[in-house]
């Protein structure tokens, strides 16, 4: 791969005011502090209130990474937002985004759940480079707390809410080095919302199945996880021409922490190099890996000419990686 001439010039992310502790679970659903710690190293998540939408954290993400960028709102040539907990089923969430930031450009969502972002940085990024298109946002924004069963033990622990956005611009050097984009569809059971699309539409024996909530088997989810998060990132080490070695910050999706320590473990890649908030947030889909770039270059870890690899999984199977070289 020769890479693409793209360079990520803005960062913004936003989550909601409320935070959820474990302790606060542990008063619905029989479950304690220790063990979710333990199984995820999650201590705490942010739940979207009152007129908190996906739209409305992902507006919030793409006014930050706009002003971030130091551009004006109409000079963005495109909208992209990666979510897989839309606004409403129809119309696209980037159009209430395109909207909410008075933007002037065209709009899509992009649907690979957990590595949603990645792909959508990926095909912003591909964009940008033909030189077609102006500068893209790419937002990656979610509200899984609206599609979790509050009282299932085994998934309300894992997850939470916010939006983190880029802005990409034209670049002289190669920015975006290498990537891989996959999926497994054989395995379309293993996480997912049964009901409320074309094959299942909602109903009232759906509702009382419980059938809209999100359902998941997370031994095998976890299982494969650490397989495609290493297969992939290995795969685009080499296309990128480079080792774990070359890689200053290593940014998985932040599923769990077992996950994220044993793929990294795995890749040669020590703590101090893979990024981890997980404890802050959960696992907030689309939203984990921009949320967690822009609270990495707010803590100064990211350094002009670093090599930065982005990971995500999630449902679908879909996995993808990308290696950025940073330019700011
Ligand atoms: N509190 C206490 N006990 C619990 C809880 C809880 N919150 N949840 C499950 N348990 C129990 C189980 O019932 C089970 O009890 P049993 O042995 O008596 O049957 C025991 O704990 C062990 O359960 P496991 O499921 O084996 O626990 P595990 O260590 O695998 O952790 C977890 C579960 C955290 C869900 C883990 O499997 C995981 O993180 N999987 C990956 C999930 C993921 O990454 N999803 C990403 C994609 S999300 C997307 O794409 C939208």
Redesign the pocket.
């Known amino acids: 791969m020769s890479g693409l001439k793209v360079a990520i010039t803005g960062l913004g992310m936003a989550v909601p005011e409320r935070r959820v502790t474990n302790f606060d679970l542990a008063q619905t659903?029989?479950?304690?502090d220790e063990?979710?710690t333990e199984?995820?190293g999650i201590k705490e998540r942010r739940v979207a209130g009152e007129g908190e939408t996906t739209a409305s954290l992902a507006i919030e993400a793409g006014q930050a990474a706009i002003k971030d960028a130091g551009i004006d709102p109409a000079d963005i040539g495109l909208c992209i937002v990666a979510t897989?907990t839309s606004e409403q089923p129809i119309p696209p969430t980037s159009a209430f985004v395109q909207e909410g930031l008075g933007l002037r450009c065209g709009a899509f969502d992009v649907d690979a759940?957990?590595s949603g972002f990645v792909y959508a940085l990926v095909a912003g990024a591909s964009m940008v480079a033909s030189g077609a298109i102006g500068p893209v946002l790419v937002i990656g924004a979610e509200t899984?707390t609206r599609v979790v069963d509050p009282l299932d033990?085994?998934?309300v622990?894992?997850?939470g809410d916010g939006a983190g956005a880029v802005v990409l611009t034209p670049s002289e050097e190669a920015g975006l080095l290498a990537w891989d984009l996959g999926c497994d569809g054989s395995l379309t059971g293993l996480?997912g919302v049964p009901a409320g699309g074309s094959r299942l539409p909602s109903s009232p024996e759906t509702l009382a199945n419980g059938d809209n909530w999100?359902k998941?088997d997370?031994?095998e989810?976890?299982r494969r996880?650490v397989r495609v998060i290493v297969d992939s990132a290995r795969l685009t080490l080499d296309r990128a021409g480079l080792t774990a070695d070359d890689i200053a910050l290593f940014v998985p999706h932040q599923?769990?922490v077992?996950?994220i320590d044993s793929a990294a473990g795995k890749l040669g890649l020590p703590p101090e190099r893979t990024f981890v908030n997980i404890d802050r947030y959960g696992?907030t889909?689309a939203a984990s890996v921009p949320i967690a770039l822009a609270e990495a270059a707010e803590a100064g870890r990211l350094r002009p000419g670093d090599h930065v690899l982005l990971s995500g999984?999630?449902?679908g199977m879909s996995w993808a990686s990308a290696i950025v070289r940073w330019d700011r």
């Open positions: 659903v029989d479950t304690s063990w979710i199984r995820t897989c759940a957990c899984l033990r085994s998934t622990i894992l997850f996480l999100l998941m997370g031994r989810v976890f996880a599923a769990n077992r996950i696992n889909s999984f999630g449902a």
